[in-house]
């Protein structure tokens, strides 16, 4: 389980989160719905240790256990598909590229440059990459954005198969419908409806 007690982040005179307390399990995937700009993303960062807060405390989890897709794919474009992949796997584990291609639906592309995919090709890279990477907490924020919803749904149902835990940040009814949990934000200041 990971905690988050009274985690307070402001930006100037705008405060995103104000006190937010939050207990997480550490299986299963946990979905976050709320309006653009009510904190959700921010929340994501905290988790990772990317943003600090002002006050209150994560517990349960460190930083270097979590892996993180953001909402820019960060892609190499000097690197090939396969290449993204093997980037952040030790050598040892390099033979795993094709298995983490296969679960986002790009074999057949090892080979392609980022310039040449698509947006939710491209998109489907990051995720890809982000999965490889491994940790205690994948933090994915808008994973399918770009994605259709067919592709999306055959994805999300193979990251349920893995029983990875993840926490995804998504606007699209059909992965809702197939989190395991779904916690409705409001904000800012971030709140649980």
Request: hydrophobic share 40%.
């Amino acid at each position: 389980m990971v905690e988050l007690q009274e985690i307070c982040v402001g930006f100037g005179d705008k405060q995103v989160l104000d006190h937010f307390s939050l207990s997480l399990p550490l299986e299963g995937i946990t979905a976050l719905q709320g309006p653009s700009g009510c904190g959700k993303t921010t929340l994501l960062r905290v988790l990772s240790g990317l943003e600090r807060p002002r006050s209150g405390r994560v517990l349960g989890l460190s930083p270097q256990e979590t892996a993180v897709l953001f909402q820019e794919n960060r892609l190499l474009p000097w690197r090939t598909v396969r290449q993204q992949i093997t980037d952040v796997l030790p050598r040892s584990r390099h033979e795993e590229a094709q298995r983490w291609l296969e679960v986002v639906e790009l074999t057949g592309e090892e080979d392609a440059h980022p310039s040449t995919l698509s947006g939710g090709m491209a998109r489907r890279l990051a995720l890809g990459r982000c999965l490889a990477l491994g940790g205690r907490l994948y933090l994915l924020d808008e994973p399918f954005a770009g994605v259709d919803p067919e592709r999306a749904a055959r994805i999300m149902g193979r990251l349920k198969e893995l029983a990875l835990p993840i926490l995804l940040v998504s606007h699209e009814p059909a992965i809702l419908a197939l989190a395991d949990r779904v916690l409705l934000l409001n904000g800012p200041p971030l709140t649980l409806i």
